[in-house]
């Protein structure tokens, strides 16, 4: 799903075969090889091998034989929940027949895993046939790894005794292998694609310099209007103008003045351009008044803001000022009420002492009286007194 774009140039061999009177059909065919999705054929991404027992040391490859040295095993733990590589001492390798004998058995609890290349049966020798094809091309240059499998010692080694097509996929060897040899292989390849079409009936004219000039500049005028929407009266104007100058230089190029039909195109583009640039002026305008309208706005929110924090402190103030002020008159009451209840006192201990004098004064009296009766008892006797 990538892009590209193919730019390609030829001389017309004369006018006998184009010439600009009239137009030519024409074909494109493109054939690629989508080198971005390359893969190894017959790869083992992920081969869960075997559970491990601590006992058994011999295990299987799922596909044989491997390409030697590609292997990767694992140890799996799902207890642990670990990963161990092996390491290629532990171990040994029959590329054959994919068979793995462990040194030491692996711990229980382990599950192996294993990662590995193996090869493609490419066809087995008979002492004359030099020549073998892969499954599948084109291959990735370099890419490939050519085995003989001796059937007689059971080993299987690489060779570089040949020569390979990288487009077709043939090996032809230099010595034609053996009855007893099998040969395989292990190689990247590319998918191959191919498009074909047609760009209609009559599309390729033969141009010149202002003919082509002219189109290279409708190509810009169209481009320039992508969109572009003109909203002020000035670039409304500017781009009237410049579709003014595109419709002269159509009608100039179909009357076959190419060099009339560039001025024009080059009009139209120069008033396009002012008619962006107006609009360009008049969106920024447009936004500068955008935020000063902002700023504006928010001077007045901050200016409410301050007012109303001005207000509520004088609020508070003036709390505070009345409440002192009936705090003092409180004082006050209370002092003139602790006044009026000394005096109430005073007085009315004075009237209680007045009636304890008055008292005082009588009973003085009513003695002074019987104490003059005695006297007057006394002298006379008791019988004169009666």
Request: net charge negative; aromatic share 14%.
């Given at each position: 799903?990538?892009?590209?774009?193919?730019?390609?140039?030829?001389?017309?061999?004369?006018?006998?075969?184009?010439?600009?009177?009239?137009?030519?059909?024409?074909?494109?065919?493109?054939?690629?090889?989508?080198?971005?999705?390359?893969?190894?054929?017959?790869?083992?991404?992920?081969?869960?091998?075997?559970?491990?027992?601590?006992?058994?040391?011999?295990?299987?490859?799922?596909?044989?034989?491997?390409?030697?040295?590609?292997?990767?095993?694992?140890?799996?733990?799902?207890?642990?929940?670990?990963?161990?590589?092996?390491?290629?001492?532990?171990?040994?390798?029959?590329?054959?027949?994919?068979?793995?004998?462990?040194?030491?058995?692996?711990?229980?609890?382990?599950?192996?895993?294993?990662?590995?290349?193996?090869?493609?049966?490419?066809?087995?020798?008979?002492?004359?046939?030099t020549v073998f094809w892969l499954d599948?091309?084109?291959?990735?240059?370099?890419?490939?790894?050519?085995?003989?499998?001796?059937?007689?010692?059971?080993?299987?080694?690489?060779?570089?005794?040949?020569?390979?097509?990288?487009?077709?996929?043939?090996?032809?060897?230099?010595?034609?292998?053996?009855?007893?040899?099998?040969?395989?292989?292990?190689?990247?390849?590319?998918?191959?694609?191919?498009?074909?079409?047609?760009?209609?009936?009559?599309?390729?004219?033969?141009?010149?310099?202002?003919?082509?000039?002219?189109?290279?500049?409708?190509?810009?005028?169209?481009?320039?209007?992508?969109?572009?929407?003109?909203?002020?009266?000035?670039?409304?104007?500017?781009?009237?103008?410049?579709?003014?100058?595109?419709?002269?230089?159509?009608?100039?190029?179909?009357?076959?003045?190419?060099?009339?039909?560039?001025?024009?195109?080059?009009?139209?583009?120069?008033?396009?351009?002012?008619?962006?640039?107006?609009?360009?002026a008049f969106d920024q305008a447009w936004?500068?008044?955008?935020?000063?309208?902002?700023?504006?706005?928010?001077?007045?929110?901050?200016?409410?803001?301050?007012?109303?924090?001005?207000?509520?402190a004088y609020v508070e103030a003036q709390?505070?000022?009345?409440?002192?002020?009936?705090?003092?008159?409180?004082?006050?009451?209370?002092?003139?009420?602790?006044?009026?209840?000394?005096?109430?006192?005073?007085?009315?201990?004075?009237?209680?002492?007045?009636?304890?004098?008055?008292?005082?004064?009588?009973?003085?009296?009513?003695?002074?009286?019987?104490?003059?009766?005695?006297?007057?008892?006394?002298?006379?006797?008791?019988?004169?007194?009666?």
């Amino acid at each position: 799903y990538e892009y590209g774009t193919a730019a390609f140039e030829f001389t017309v061999p004369g006018t006998d075969v184009a010439t600009n009177a009239w137009q030519h059909s024409w074909e494109i065919v493109f054939t690629w090889q989508t080198q971005g999705y390359t893969y190894v054929r017959y790869y083992q991404a992920w081969e869960e091998v075997a559970d491990c027992n601590g006992v058994m040391d011999t295990f299987h490859l799922d596909a044989a034989p491997v390409v030697p040295d590609s292997e990767h095993l694992f140890l799996v733990n799902w207890g642990t929940e670990t990963i161990s590589p092996v390491t290629n001492t532990a171990y040994d390798l029959d590329d054959a027949t994919g068979t793995v004998e462990f040194d030491t058995p692996p711990a229980a609890g382990n599950t192996l895993y294993a990662q590995y290349t193996y090869a493609e049966y490419c066809g087995t020798g008979d002492g004359y046939n030099t020549v073998f094809w892969l499954d599948e091309s084109p291959i990735k240059p370099d890419s490939e790894i050519v085995l003989l499998y001796d059937d007689i010692t059971g080993n299987i080694a690489r060779t570089t005794d040949y020569t390979i097509d990288d487009d077709t996929g043939k090996i032809v060897f230099t010595t034609a292998p053996l009855p007893y040899q099998t040969v395989y292989a292990s190689y990247e390849v590319y998918g191959t694609s191919e498009w074909y079409t047609t760009w209609g009936d009559s599309n390729f004219v033969v141009l010149s310099a202002d003919q082509a000039e002219v189109r290279l500049l409708g190509i810009q005028y169209e481009q320039m209007w992508y969109y572009f929407e003109p909203d002020c009266v000035a670039a409304e104007n500017y781009a009237a103008t410049a579709e003014a100058h595109e419709d002269n230089a159509e009608d100039a190029w179909y009357r076959g003045d190419f060099a009339t039909a560039k001025t024009e195109m080059q009009a139209a583009i120069a008033a396009l351009q002012q008619a962006k640039d107006a609009e360009l002026a008049f969106d920024q305008a447009w936004e500068d008044r955008d935020v000063a309208w902002d700023e504006a706005y928010l001077a007045e929110q901050e200016a409410e803001t301050a007012w109303d924090e001005a207000n509520a402190a004088y609020v508070e103030a003036q709390t505070n000022a009345l409440n002192q002020t009936l705090e003092a008159e409180k004082e006050l009451l209370e002092a003139r009420a602790k006044e009026a209840k000394g005096h109430g006192a005073m007085w009315s201990n004075l009237g209680v002492f007045t009636i304890l004098l008055g008292v005082g004064v009588l009973l003085a009296g009513i003695a002074g009286i019987l104490w003059a009766f005695s006297r007057y008892v006394a002298a006379k006797g008791p019988k004169q007194a009666m």
